[in-house]
């Protein structure tokens, strides 16, 4: 039992393993018993769901805010973990959203219809936690060898929130990508679906010996992920600007993440109406980005003053699109 104590990354190894614990419990349930089958989740299903995973979240960094506020845990910076865990978990919930538009083009790319969505989603959360994991230890053994990297990711994110004011942001096209060339080239894809399955066993048409297929739905799976890291990219330097607390960063990432695919039905169906989302998480980053700069040259801002910049910024960003996209609600003929 020793090894449970063990230190990893400024933290007991137990407390690794049971947020991980927690992570797999959650999608064995979500994935083994709410969506068993091929049923299709419903906007109203969704946002069930997703209440129910921003509700855990809410609960579980409400107890990170108790543990290290009662003195029984402590950050590795210094920071205030409830006020930087919520930070973290509500600056990736909103990148999140607005990158739902992509993961929607990919699945119409495949013609993957929504019962089958789902189960990509949550299987891919797996192949994320490990991206994600992989992401945030790099990234804490450079900033713990080279204090300068967070200028680093301090002028991406400004660089990068200056972008996505000024750049009109053009639709991808599906059919030029890359990965999706690269692994139709290499593999053997199926034409047509196999219901949730990802791999298939068909005869060939020459040899007629049983061979090994992917199925689109597979290969949807792997571009989501592949976009998942790209995503990870803006989400993972913002939370470090945040704190450099590896636990904290790692677990508000996942946890974001967690609800999202819960959530993706109901966004997907009107991420049309979050036109404005975008300008709010540009200048989030930027002030973040902001933030890093004055963090190692004047003194730490106060957590609660970057939170409830934060939340101004995604909330006025979310209630300012609603409010301007009113009009494309369609409303029922009397």
Avoid at 199 to 208: K, N, Y
Avoid at 222 to 244: Q, R
Avoid at 282 to 293: E, P, R
Wanted: glycine share 8%.
């Amino acid at each position: 039992m020793d090894i449970l104590l063990a230190d990893w990354l400024g933290k007991p190894l137990w407390m690794w393993s049971g947020f991980l614990a927690i992570v797999f419990a959650l999608l064995a349930f979500d994935l083994g018993l709410l969506n068993r089958g091929e049923r299709e989740i419903g906007i109203a299903r969704s946002l069930r769901l997703s209440a129910f995973y921003i509700g855990f979240s809410c609960i579980y960094g409400a107890a990170v805010w108790w543990a290290y506020g009662a003195g029984h845990l402590v950050t590795t910076d210094g920071t205030h973990a409830g006020v930087t865990f919520f930070t973290g978990f509500f600056i990736e919930k909103a990148l999140s959203i607005d990158n739902v538009f992509v993961i929607s083009l990919i699945f119409t790319f495949f013609a993957i219809p929504p019962r089958y969505q789902y189960r990509a989603l949550v299987w891919g959360i797996l192949a994320v936690i490990v991206l994600r994991g992989l992401m945030i230890g790099v990234g804490t053994a450079l900033i713990q060898q080279y204090d300068w990297v967070l200028y680093i990711f301090g002028a991406f994110l400004i660089a990068t929130g200056i972008k996505m004011l000024v750049v009109p942001e053009a639709e991808p096209d599906m059919s030029k990508n890359k990965l999706i060339v690269f692994l139709k080239k290499r593999m053997r894809v199926t034409d047509s679906l196999h219901g949730e399955r990802f791999f298939v066993r068909l005869p060939d048409a020459v040899t007629g010996r049983t061979l090994l297929y992917a199925t689109p739905l597979f290969l949807a799976l792997v571009v989501i992920n592949l976009a998942d890291l790209v995503f990870a990219v803006d989400s993972v330097p913002a939370i470090f600007a945040i704190t450099t607390d590896p636990f904290i960063v790692f677990t508000a990432n996942i946890m974001a993440i967690l609800g999202l695919r819960a959530l993706y039905f109901a966004l997907a169906a009107m991420v049309h109406r979050f036109e404005y989302l975008k300008t709010a998480l540009a200048l989030v980053l930027v002030f973040i980005g902001g933030k890093t700069f004055w963090n190692q040259i004047f003194g730490k801002v106060d957590p609660a003053i970057s939170l409830g910049i934060t939340l101004a910024l995604i909330l006025g960003g979310v209630v300012f699109s609603l409010w301007k996209t009113r009009a494309s609600v369609v409303r029922p003929i009397d």
